[in-house]
């Protein structure tokens, strides 16, 4: 991590999905995909975003990218509201590039891989020439030999190759920030190793900061530099990679991470596994969002909703049993045990 | 990056073939929809050049020579009502048949496209409304709606192609707005927006060429109803008018020589047929070309 | 089911307003003075002008249309113009002989088109299929007023075995069920029949193929069940949709008969347009569309309620 300096913040995020039903087909429900999500991303830094599928890391990635507004919240890029006359949208999106993960839907198949890659800087107005000319150099950098591949259609490269190209594609802009949402998960270990360490490599070479959301623990730890774990649309905890991983604070972040499995027989956890499906995200439970599931459940954590904050070095989490002015009574460890 | 070495421009030396090249390639290879390819390609020919092969003037006949049976000496068809020679009137009907049968389907399939296009890409109220207004007239019949609004029009090829026109919009509009609806959601028109490309530019950079094939394929299996029905106006007599040939009119005008020269007049009927199954079965093979998965 | 009937219903009404939308625009989309198709030749100014008012034609259209619709509601469609008698009555005496020559067309190309698709999907890509399919392929390509004409032909003008036109002996205008009058349906229905049969063909074609190449159906076979049990098994997944294709296509017919009902004088729907367009009579022209669009929308709404009601698959 080179400075401490934020390249985005966002304040107050929030995202509800509407559901529409009855005979009329109203809004009946919301889905709380995202709900007052709050984050720095530093210049520079990997951020590594975890949780259980449906927790809203993918709409999280959607509403950075701008791709869906936003209910509520703000974004700003360089201190510069994103969307206001000083930074419109089409110029954040220059720096702000995505990687989806299927690698196969997120290419136009009745386009080149040249095509492809080259779409978004003749949008922000390169002449055709030199988009084209940046088009092979980056196909060179992400490991495919244009003379080989430019003139191809999707269907004919492999999923890692297609990937490289999802790259290449989002770097044609010459973005400072790429989100990579679940970038690496539809690869095979080999071919997700290789691609993981050309994104090493380039975020190297160009002075990248990467915002990784992957389900895969063992990834995230391998390539971020802080870590924010997220549960039913908020965020539980953020630090840094090594503190979280080695001491996390929240209840949720220990069963997440002690469902991984440790390659040390001395160093196994005995911290119980998480049971049972996440709660519907329809209908979130009061209070702290995991305290049906919390294993060291307390009274107040039905009541009252815990603020994000910070109780280490860099390291932040929203839990009652942090805070030592909530009125948070530990469990006996019989209870704890049931 | 900014500063990185910019080469000449490395010239791929693998070109793959294009999507529609691939189709091209098995379309060609299918010998039923070739075959019915040849007859349609043979027919237009013929009705261009209408005035040069044909023997003799379709306008033009001597009521002695009326309903002269097939294998008549000088008219080889026979003759129709009117004396007319039969083979010349066909020849010369291709042109006004065709015609009213192909080009309600081409507009329906520019001004479908567009309506169901728009309705798919702006989502929302925009396309409950384009939707809910389509879905007016695909509630008619679509024979019954041509009829309608030709019969409430008048009689004329102008009013019996426009009538045409507004019965195939909506199903190619809907068509339209399924396939479009369904890509929307794709990633890479997500990429498209968030490489910060307008809808204009997403639209034909990356929606025409994916959903242009699919709602191109669905017209052309349009054409053999168009073909039916655009006849069957003229034999209603709401398209084209006396003395113009065109083989729905003339099957009209025959159908009273039907216990003198039955088979005379069954002809303009064969041509209507002969059309309409070649449009179907070139349409199933180019469909069945496009099935394969790229 | 009850909760998707009742959506479905409430979805129709804006669909049948619409419908009705565009048949009262019919009157106006007509080049001239629609007052013109009322008047006698020589009326004089005077009374045109009365006759402007008496029927409403100097208010704005939006008036016009709720005035129009409000009679339609209650069953009345205006005066023919060329008979002088109700709408509603010249309409309705012609659905029935529609109604019942399209059910007729669309029991035979149920059956014909459930025994092509059938053997054509059971016997994949086999002579049999090919033959099945290309009668498929006739059904749907085959301009059925020729088709009508050609049957004429042979059956009446060649071989006289049945009558060429009418709907009974004597210009009989009223179908009953008697042999007399079966006679005369014969050919229509056939002539009505090919459409539906090619398209039902085609569908369960593609049913009965889909159907064979699921893995339950292997599954049958490898349990030993014996080749009716997977005929019976492959009869009750096809149903539905088959049904549902017949329901859609009878609509059609009812819509679609002026040709088929013009090639043989058949004193229905079809021949009522006909002669209104040719008398420009909008009132009839304009009444019987309604009549009939109304009933290809409600025949469609029962089909689709229906069809979720037999096919446990679809929730909707």
Same mark, same amino acid.
């Given at each position: 991590m080179s400075t401490e300096k934020a390249i985005m913040t966002?304040?107050?995020?929030?995202?509800?999905?509407?559901?529409?039903?009855?005979?009329?087909?109203?809004?009946?429900?919301?889905?709380?995909?995202?709900?007052?999500?709050?984050?720095?991303?530093?210049?520079?830094?990997?951020?590594?975003?975890?949780?259980?599928?449906?927790?809203?890391k993918s709409t999280t990635a959607r509403l950075l990218m701008h791709l869906i507004e936003p209910d509520e919240g703000a974004l700003y890029f360089d201190g510069k509201l994103v969307g206001s006359p000083e930074l419109p949208l089409k110029e954040y999106r220059r720096q702000v590039q995505m990687v989806f993960q299927d690698s196969y839907s997120s290419l136009n198949p009745r386009l080149t891989i040249e095509d492809n890659i080259a779409f978004g800087a003749k949008v922000h107005g390169t002449p055709a020439r030199e988009a084209l000319e940046r088009t092979h150099d980056l196909l060179n950098r992400v490991g495919l030999d244009p003379v080989r591949f430019a003139g191809r259609y999707p269907h004919e490269l492999s999923g890692g190759q297609r990937q490289r190209v999802n790259i290449a594609r989002a770097l044609a802009l010459r973005p400072r920030v790429i989100i990579l949402d679940e970038a690496v998960s539809a690869l095979d270990k080999s071919v997700e190793a290789q691609v993981l360490n050309l994104l090493a490599d380039l975020k190297e070479e160009f002075g990248l900061t990467y915002v990784f959301i992957s389900h895969d623990l063992n990834v995230v730890r391998f390539v971020s530099d802080r870590v924010m774990v997220m549960y039913l649309g908020q965020v539980a905890e953020i630090g840094d990679s090594e503190a979280l991983y080695d001491?996390?604070?929240?209840?949720?972040?220990?069963?997440?991470?002690?469902?991984?499995?440790?390659?040390?027989?001395?160093?196994?956890?005995?911290?119980?596994?998480?049971?049972?499906?996440?709660?519907?995200?329809?209908?979130p439970p009061s209070g702290c969002r995991f305290h049906t599931r919390c294993p060291v459940v307390s009274p107040i954590c039905g009541g009252a909703e815990p603020a994000l904050t910070q109780r280490a070095a860099k390291h932040l989490v929203a839990c009652h049993a942090h805070d030592p002015d909530s009125g948070y009574t530990a469990p006996s460890p019989k209870e704890a045990a049931e | 990056m900014a500063d990185a070495t910019l080469n000449v421009p490395i010239v791929p030396a693998v070109r793959s073939a294009g999507y529609w090249q691939n189709v091209?390639?098995?379309?060609?290879?299918?010998?039923?929809?070739?075959?019915?390819?040849?007859?349609?390609?043979?027919?237009?020919l013929a009705a261009i050049f209408a005035p040069l092969i044909a023997p003799m003037d379709p306008l033009e006949g001597r009521?002695?020579? %009326? +309903?002269?049976?097939? #294998?008549?000496?000088?008219? *080889?068809? =026979?003759?129709?009502?009117?004396?007319?020679?039969?083979?010349? %009137? +066909?020849?010369?009907? #291709?042109?006004?048949?065709? *015609?009213? =049968?192909?080009?309600?389907?081409?507009?329906?399939?520019?001004?479908?496209?567009?309506?169901g296009i728009i309705a798919g890409y702006a989502g929302g109220w925009t396309n409950t409304l384009i939707m809910r207004t389509v879905d007016v007239f695909y509630a008619f019949p679509s024979v019954l709606l041509a009829v309608a609004l030709s019969g409430a029009l008048g009689a004329g090829l102008g009013n019996a192609l426009l009538s045409l026109t507004v019965v195939f919009i909506p199903p190619i509009a809907r068509v339209a707005e399924s396939v479009t609806t369904r890509l929307r959601s794709s990633d890479f028109i997500e990429a498209a927006r968030a490489s910060g490309a307008g809808a204009f530019t997403i639209v034909r950079v990356h929606v025409l060429g994916n959903v242009l094939g699919p709602i191109f394929v669905y017209a052309t299996s349009l054409i053999a109803v168009s073909m039916i029905l655009a006849s069957g106006l003229s034999f209603l007599g709401l398209g084209v008018r006396p003395p113009n040939p065109e083989w729905g009119l003339m099957l009209n005008t025959l159908r009273t020589a039907i216990y003198v020269q039955p088979w005379v007049a069954a002809l303009p009927g064969a041509m209507i047929f002969m059309v309409s199954i070649s449009f179907n079965l070139l349409s199933d093979g180019l469909r069945s070309a496009m099935e394969v998965r790229q | 089911?009850?909760?998707?009937?009742?959506?479905?219903?409430?979805?129709?009404?804006?669909?049948?307003?619409?419908?009705?939308?565009?048949?009262?625009?019919?009157?106006?989309?007509?080049?001239?003075?629609?007052?013109?198709?009322?008047?006698?030749?020589?009326?004089?100014?005077e009374l045109q002008e009365r006759l402007r008012v008496l029927y409403g034609f100097d208010r704005s259209l939006p008036e016009q249309f709720i005035l129009w619709l409000g009679r339609a509601l209650q069953g009345d469609l205006g005066t023919s113009i060329a008979t002088g008698r109700p709408v509603t009555t010249e309409v309705m005496r012609a659905v029935s002989n529609t109604l019942?020559?399209?059910?007729?067309?669309?029991?035979?190309?149920?059956?014909?088109?459930?025994?092509?698709g059938f053997?054509?999907?059971?016997?994949?890509?086999?002579?049999?299929?090919?033959?099945?399919?290309?009668?498929?392929?006739?059904?749907?390509?085959?301009?059925?007023?020729?088709?009508?004409?050609?049957?004429?032909?042979?059956?009446?003008?060649?071989?006289?075995?049945?009558?060429?036109?009418?709907?009974?002996?004597?210009?009989?205008?009223?179908?009953?069920?008697?042999?007399?009058?079966?006679?005369?349906?014969?050919?229509?229905?056939?002539?009505?029949?090919?459409?539906?049969?090619?398209?039902?063909a085609r569908t369960v074609r593609a049913l009965v193929a889909e159907i064979l190449a699921q893995e339950f159906v292997i599954g049958l076979r490898a349990r030993g069940l014996s080749e009716f049990g997977v005929f019976m098994h492959v009869v009750k997944n096809a149903a539905p949709t088959a049904l549902a294709v017949m329901g859609v296509q009878l609509g059609y017919l009812l819509g679609g008969s002026i040709l088929i009902e013009t090639v043989f004088s058949w004193p229905g729907t079809g021949m009522l347009l006909n002669s209104a367009i040719f008398q420009r009579d909008l009132p009839l022209l304009q009444g019987t569309i309604l009549v009939l669009a109304m009933f290809f929308v409600v025949l469609n709404l029962l089909v689709d309620i229906l069809q979720s009601a037999l096919d446990p698959r679809i929730k909707r």
């Open positions: 966002v304040r107050g995020l929030r995202k509800y999905f509407p559901i529409k039903g009855g005979i009329l087909g109203r809004t009946v429900k919301n889905v709380h995909a995202v709900d007052g999500v709050n984050l720095e991303v530093f210049a520079g830094e990997t951020l590594g975003v975890v949780g259980e599928s449906g927790c809203g001491n996390p604070l929240h209840p949720y972040s220990r069963a997440l991470l002690s469902s991984m499995p440790s390659m040390d027989p001395d160093n196994r956890t005995m911290e119980p596994a998480l049971t049972g499906d996440p709660p519907n995200p329809i209908d | 091209g390639a098995r379309l060609v290879r299918d010998k039923t929809a070739m075959a019915a390819a040849a007859v349609l390609i043979l027919l237009t009521l002695i020579n %009326r +309903l002269r049976p097939i #294998g008549t000496e000088g008219h *080889l068809l =026979g003759t129709d009502e009117l004396g007319r020679d039969m083979l010349s %009137r +066909l020849i010369w009907g #291709g042109r006004l048949s065709l *015609l009213m =049968g192909v080009t309600p389907v081409v507009l329906a399939f520019i001004f479908g496209s567009a309506i | 089911m009850l909760g998707y009937s009742l959506r479905r219903i409430i979805y129709t009404a804006p669909v049948l307003l619409g419908v009705s939308v565009v048949c009262f625009a019919l009157v106006h989309i007509s080049p001239g003075d629609p007052l013109i198709s009322i008047l006698p030749a020589d009326a004089s100014v019942m020559l399209a059910s007729v067309a669309t029991v035979i190309g149920f059956v014909l088109g459930c025994f092509f053997v054509a999907g059971y016997f994949s890509n086999s002579p049999l299929d090919k033959a099945a399919s290309a009668a498929a392929v006739f059904g749907v390509s085959v301009p059925h007023y020729w088709l009508g004409m050609v049957l004429v032909i042979i059956f009446s003008a060649q071989l006289g075995w049945l009558p060429a036109a009418g709907a009974g002996p004597g210009g009989s205008s009223q179908w009953r069920f008697d042999m007399e009058h079966l006679r005369y349906m014969i050919l229509p229905a056939i002539t009505m029949s090919v459409i539906p049969m090619g398209i039902i």
